[in-house]
């Protein structure tokens, strides 16, 4: 089956400093990757789309140098939150498309700020 | 209504009985997507319904939608306590981003 896995689960990191997340499709070949931080109350703000081999598409208010993301295959992508503070604080949540259709998500990396 | 909603909508049930969450959305989507969310963790897709479908049942769960009002549902039968979880509906048009609604909170109670 289609499996996402994202690491590190959870993690902390001092305001300022940064941290880098990863992705990982298991069992398909990703056809577009889309990075989305997920608030407290629940809402999905879409941060970039990634596609193989084509430029990164970001949201407005996200930009490459806040959220570099490199996606160097079909099935693995990596995004890091840089100088974190704490309107970053979220669930940052990878979502790989199989064949244009389906999204399957990873459980996430929940990000606290201190 | 998962869009237009400022807050998390919340649905209470008793286990056994039957719950309808229904969704509309603004543009054009080929294929709506049902997702839940457990206590942290990521969406997991449940069902999916593309423009061509006008209903999709898996288990005791069965997808509408409506493409000429914008609008699909989510329905469960014999709900139990195990579907506890926050649904969400998210539309998609070919190779393009998912835009999710705001979700519902499904509780089932014993």
């Known amino acids: 089956g289609a499996l996402v896995y994202q690491y590190p689960r959870r993690t902390i990191c001092k305001s300022g400093t940064s941290m880098r997340m990863e992705c990982q499709a298991v069992?398909?070949?990703?056809?577009?990757v889309a990075w989305y931080r997920q608030s407290p109350q629940k809402t999905f703000e879409l941060i970039a789309l990634s596609t193989v081999n084509s430029a990164i598409k970001y949201e407005q208010n996200f930009t490459q140098e806040k959220f570099p993301i490199s996606h160097p295959n079909l099935s693995f992508s990596s995004m890091t939150v840089l100088n974190a503070y704490l309107e970053d604080r979220g669930l940052y949540l990878c979502g790989a498309r199989l064949q244009n259709t389906e999204v399957f998500f990873g459980k996430g990396t929940r990000l606290t700020v201190v | 209504s998962q869009w237009g909603e400022e807050n998390l909508q919340a649905l209470s049930i008793q286990e056994g009985e039957d719950v309808t969450m229904n969704c509309s959305y603004k543009?054009?989507?080929?294929?709506v997507h049902w997702y839940r969310q457990d206590s942290g963790r990521g969406p997991a897709l449940i069902i999916l319904i593309r423009s061509n479908e006008r209903e999709k049942r898996s288990g005791r769960l069965r997808a509408t939608l409506d493409t000429s009002s914008q609008s699909s549902s989510l329905s469960i039968t014999a709900a139990q306590c195990e579907d506890t979880a926050v649904y969400f509906c998210?539309?998609?048009?070919?190779?393009?981003?998912?835009?999710f609604g705001k979700g519902a909170k499904l509780t089932v109670s014993p």
């Open positions: 069992g398909f070949q990703a056809t577009s």
């Open positions: 543009t054009y989507t080929t294929v």
């Open positions: 998210a539309t998609s048009s070919t190779g393009s981003k998912l835009s």
